[in-house]
Structures are given as C-alpha cells and as structure tokens.
C-alpha cells in the first residue's frame, strides 16, 4: 500500500492535491482513501492531505502514521512542530520539499536518514499559490512511478473542472512541469506493507484512578495566562503599506481586519502586528486608494 502525506498551508490547494491523487490512483485500478485534516479553515493555517491506494481493499483508517512519501509544499512547515511533517517518518520514508535549497542540506537541517528530495520553488505569485497543491499531486504521482502523465491530467480536468477551462489549464501546467522536472526519482517510492490484524498490539494505558473535582479539576488564577501562538506564522502572503499611497483612513482597514491587528499611531497611518496578522489580505481588498500590497512571505519574518 502506498501512504502519503502533503503538507502545506490554507490556500494552497493541498486538499485539491489529495482529490487529484486519489483520483489518478483510481483510475489506475488501485483501491483509494484521501482526506485532508485541518483545524482552523484559514489562509495561511498548516494542514496536510492523506492518501491511501492499494490494489486490494484498505482497511486502515485514520491519520498516516507511517508515510511512504512526505510532500512539502510550505517549507517553512518544517519548523513549526505542530504541522507535524516529520510525524512517523523514518530510514524509508521519502522527502520531497519545495525549496531552493538542496537535498543534503535539509537531510542534515532536519537529521533524515532517508531519500531526500527537492523541487525548485513552485511560485511566488498570488495566482500561484493557490496552485500549489498541483505541483504537489504532479511531484507524488511521478515519485510513486505508477500513475502515467495521462491519468494525471484526467484526474485533474475531474477534479477541478467546475472551476472553469481557465483554471483547469493553469492547473494542468503546473502539475505536468512537476511531473517533468521529476523524471529522474520515478518510482522512488516503494509501497509499505500491509499491517495484519494478527500483528494489533494493544495501546499501552496509563491507568488513572478517579479523583473528586475539587481535587483534579483545573483552576485558572487569573486572565492571560494560556500558553501564547502567534498566528503569524501562518502567513505565506503578508500585506505592507505603501505609505506614499495612504490617505490615513485607518478605520477602514483595521474595521474590516477580522483579527483586529491593525492599529494607528498618533499622525492616523495604519500600523500593522505582524506577530497575529495571518494574512488573510483583507486589508488589501478592501483599501480604497490601493495603499496596501500583498507581499510574498520571505524567510518567517513573523516567526522571528
């Protein structure tokens, strides 16, 4: 069985990139699980998509626990531990990252002892990141080594037909130049092995015994005190202002800011808290005199 996990951010496509995976392993004849798991639906949010295929009946269910191939699409993924990229992964599992910078230097960066690969950065355009969930589903299809350039476009006019022939194609190009570019690791990846029933070990529980509420019940001693995440590690697009353009009509933009993280200084021009701005871009729309810019995210400057 083929396990697969694509990691990237909200608005990247990596839901669509698990549909047009799935969809091509099934036109292939394999049995298909593929399902996204994310928390807040949000630009910017990290998510991943699972995909199962085999050519006999799946019975697992669940999270991937031990993947096959790992796909990043937001490198900047690999430094937040709840993204949870290296979840399971080990001496068999491949990489594939999205990145300028080379295989040797992530396999070292994130101490793999596995295949480690790279593809060159798939965009840096807004029109772009939205397709990058197709750069992912091109990379895994052609890594696996079973589904052929064919079914991969067909999977994909399927998937994304609804959003109309404009889209489709955009989508098509980004997905076959992955596919292309990768010509070299096709089949790099090798199916693991179904688990047997016989071979279930159960859970070892920790056995917890009752206490009274006044005694194990939570008490908060004051406001402030839950543990801190700033949300602006979630950006891949950050808004700045073009301050030649602003007209200082901050009760505009930070109204509709649906987090709240605009503010002004004293002379009323827009000041913006990278540390919680998601980048949902909001700001950018909505701006009458175009004075903010949708900038792409460089480096986590947020994180910093």
Not at 7 to 30: C, Y
Request: contains cysteine; negative net charge; proline residues 6%.
């Amino acid at each position: 069985m083929y396990r697969i996990r694509l990691h990237g951010r909200g608005g990247q496509g990596i839901k669509t990139a698990g549909r047009i995976l799935g969809s091509a392993f099934f036109a292939e004849g394999f049995e298909v699980q593929d399902a996204p798991r994310y928390g807040a639906e949000r630009r910017g949010a990290p998510l991943f998509a699972t995909v199962r295929a085999a050519r006999q009946p799946i019975a697992e269910r669940g999270e991937i626990l031990q993947p096959d191939l790992v796909v990043l699409a937001d490198e900047t993924l690999a430094a937040v531990p709840a993204a949870g990229v290296l979840a399971g992964v080990d001496a068999r599992t491949v990489m594939l990252i999205n990145s300028s910078e080379s295989p040797d230097t992530w396999r070292a960066r994130l101490a793999l002892g596995g295949s480690v690969h790279t593809l060159p950065p798939a965009t840096s355009d807004r029109a772009g990141e939205r397709l990058l969930g197709a750069v992912c589903a091109g990379a895994a299809a052609r890594c696996v080594g079973v589904i052929p350039r064919e079914s991969l476009a067909a999977a994909i006019r399927e998937e994304v037909l609804v959003m109309g022939p404009g889209v489709v194609e955009a989508t098509l190009e980004r997905a076959l130049w992955a596919f292309d570019c990768l010509a070299a690791q096709a089949g790099c990846v090798a199916e693991g092995r179904l688990e047997a029933a016989a071979d279930w070990k159960p859970p070892d529980w920790i056995e917890l015994p009752f206490e009274d509420a006044r005694i194990s019940a939570p008490h908060i001693h004051a406001a402030g005190t839950s543990v801190e995440v700033r949300t602006g590690v979630w950006r891949t697009f950050r808004p700045e202002l073009r301050s030649e353009l602003c007209h200082h009509c901050h009760w505009i933009c930070s109204t509709f800011c649906p987090d709240g993280v605009i503010t002004a200084d004293t002379g009323g021009t827009p000041v913006i808290d990278y540390d919680y701005c998601k980048g949902c871009l909001v700001c950018v729309a909505v701006c009458p005199h175009h004075a903010m810019e949708a900038v792409p995210e460089r480096g986590g400057e947020a994180a910093a």
